[in-house]
């Protein structure tokens, strides 16, 4: 399953954090935009309570001089990657601290490009932090067997056909597609048909 | 002030003296079931009799339809019904039908083509789900048509004193398939296993879409098996009598 960027949006203008989490959305379900705030203040009052992979935020909200670092402002960002939101002109000194830029002259598909090439780079870590917190009791996944039996049924197969097929009995072909149907909620021949070209355990 | 719960043994089914509104109040899906049966709003204080009589519709039909949505183990009595009430039956599930095909699969469809046509969707998984709606829609239009064209006729023709060779209702209920268990399987596949990319707004919308229909079509095929099937066999029992009579 791909993995999905969770996003914090920093801009003191609500036109436009609803503008980008509006094109970010409809462009691809791989962006969430969980978090909006007007401030930094408003943000770091949250800062301990969230966990975004990615912050979007208006350079203009910091000091032009750079003298203190955005990542010691916005506390709490060791894994985060932060890009600059500019609709003016921004000092190199500040800009230079962020991963990347984006404009808001920049198409919706340029935004997500750049998005994703900075979390591009982050995804690794993120992978392995997803597989971790979705850990779902092993027993709802299908075992080999049940995948096998799963393949077959999407094929068409009959329960003595599949039985042959896999040198098992007819009783055990009938349990196992109980289980299937019980693990995955689907009924259906068409249905189970479609839950195996989705995962790619068949071909069309 | 009446309240309803519907998984409790100690259960009082619908009254034609309640007040309408309490009886929505208890249960909005009634709503639908007001809809078809062209029974216009604004209750006020007014019972379930008297807003029935109102809007001359059977007051004993609807609550048969009300009380076999909302209780499992309502049972009507197939004595009590008259020939004009059976009509306004099937009148009553026709319309259902009209409603199934012609506005809410209608809006499901826009969903799933707004799903499968979405810029972040994979066209290879696009194309397998438009295709296992596609089937599912002539699945239900088929179901729909046989009893529209087949069944209904039958009733209407029993009614009229009229009943032809070769068909029972009880066939019709040998061989009512279910609908609802593909609706299900849809249902399962967007919310376990529908891959990332597709907007989930719409999808949500989908899913709500989908719970709510699931809802209809079972309490649908209740009323077809528990009021339209008894009540057409009792009527075709009493033909027999009279034909043995004479």
Not at chain 1, 95 to 100: M, T
Not at chain 2, 122 to 128: A, V, Y
Request: hydrophobic letters at 35%; aromatic letters at 10%; glycine letters at 4%.
């Amino acid at each position: 399953m791909a993995v999905k960027f969770r996003i914090a949006i920093i801009d003191p203008s609500q036109i436009l954090r609803a503008g980008l989490e509006t094109s970010l959305s409809q462009i691809s379900g791989k962006f969430q935009i969980l978090w909006s705030f007007s401030s930094l203040s408003h943000y770091s009052s949250f800062a301990d309570e969230i966990d975004p992979d990615i912050i979007i935020v208006n350079p203009a909200l910091f000091d032009p001089s750079g003298a203190e670092t955005i990542k010691s402002i916005l506390s709490n960002t060791e894994d985060t990657r932060i890009i600059a939101f500019s609709y003016t002109h921004t000092s190199d000194i500040l800009i230079r601290q962020f991963d990347s830029v984006i404009s808001i002259y920049d198409t919706p598909a340029e935004i997500a490009l750049k998005i994703e090439k900075t979390a591009g780079s982050l995804s690794s870590d993120s992978d392995k932090k997803y597989q971790k917190q979705s850990g779902h009791p092993e027993s709802y996944d299908l075992s080999d067997r049940e995948l096998e039996v799963l393949v077959s049924v999407a094929k068409g197969c009959t329960n003595k056909e599949i039985a042959g097929i896999h040198n098992i009995s007819v009783h055990t072909v009938i349990s196992h597609r109980k289980n299937i149907v019980r693990k995955t909620g689907i009924k259906s021949v068409s249905g189970l048909t479609v839950y195996a070209l989705l995962n790619g355990l068949i071909e069309q | 002030m009446v309240y309803y719960c519907k998984s409790e043994d100690m259960r009082e089914f619908y009254s034609g003296n309640e007040k309408m509104s309490t009886l929505v109040n208890g249960s909005y899906m009634i709503i639908k079931i007001l809809s078809r049966l062209g029974i216009k709003p604004g209750f006020g204080e007014s019972s379930v009799n008297e807003v029935c009589y109102a809007n001359s519709v059977s007051a004993k039909i609807f609550l048969a339809i009300c009380n076999i949505a909302d209780f499992n183990q309502y049972k009507p009595e197939m004595d009590s019904f008259s020939k004009s009430e059976t009509a306004d039956l099937v009148r009553y599930l026709r319309l259902s039908h009209n409603e199934f095909m012609n506005k809410d699969i209608p809006s499901i469809e826009l969903c799933v083509s707004k799903i499968t046509s979405s810029a972040g969707a994979n066209p290879k998984h696009s194309k397998i789900l438009q295709h296992f709606f596609e089937e599912y829609r002539d699945e239900l239009e088929s179901h729909f048509t046989y009893e529209d064209k087949t069944v209904f006729p039958y009733v209407t023709g029993i009614l009229s004193g009229k009943r032809e060779k070769g068909y029972s209702i009880e066939k019709f209920e040998e061989n009512h398939s279910n609908i609802e268990a593909k609706l299900s399987d849809l249902k399962n596949i967007l919310l376990k296993y529908l891959p990332a990319g597709y907007p989930h707004d719409v999808v949500y919308d989908l899913l709500s879409r989908l719970y709510l229909l699931e809802e209809e079509f079972e309490n649908h095929a209740r009323v077809e098996d528990f009021l339209l099937v008894p009540l057409v066999a009792h009527l075709e029992n009493s033909i027999k009598s009279i034909n043995h009579g004479s």
